[in-house]
Nanobody, 114 residues
Framework: QVQLVESGGGLGQAGGSLRLSCAVS????????MGWYRHSPGKQRELVAA???????NYADFVKGRFTISRDNAQNTVYLQMNSLKPEDTAVYYC????????WGQGTQVTVSS
């Protein structure tokens, strides 16, 4: 059974930075395209960033140039470096495989104050 444990969220200021981590157990992040998603109140969960098996990355337009997704295969962990935070980045952030998603973890709350 795959488990996803997200961490690193908290309260950030506009213009500041946070680094999220997603520890995966039960499967290897190196063999799946992994993504970070976010869910804001009143909105559908949306894909923020993804990293392929080959290391290619893709970003939603609203985070492009500000967020960076990366992966540590040895630690079986996926990261999301969030810079130049905006209040609209406030959401619960989750990671998961982009195709064939596993059961969702608890997510990590990110709150950005203006």
């Amino acid at each position: 059974q795959v488990q996803l444990v997200e961490s690193g969220g908290g309260l950030g200021q506009a213009g500041g930075s946070l680094r999220l981590s997603c520890a995966v157990s039960g499967s290897a992040v190196s063999i799946r395209t992994m993504g970070w998603y976010r869910h804001s109140p009143g909105k559908q969960r949306e894909l923020v960033a993804a990293i392929t098996v080959g290391g290619s990355t893709n970003y939603a337009d609203f985070v492009k140039g500000r967020f960076t997704i990366s992966r540590d295969n040895a630690q079986n962990t996926v990261y999301l470096q969030m810079n130049s935070l905006k209040p609209e980045d406030t959401a619960v952030y989750y990671c998961n495989a982009v195709r064939g998603a596993w059961s969702w973890g608890q997510g990590t709350q990110v709150t950005v104050s203006s």
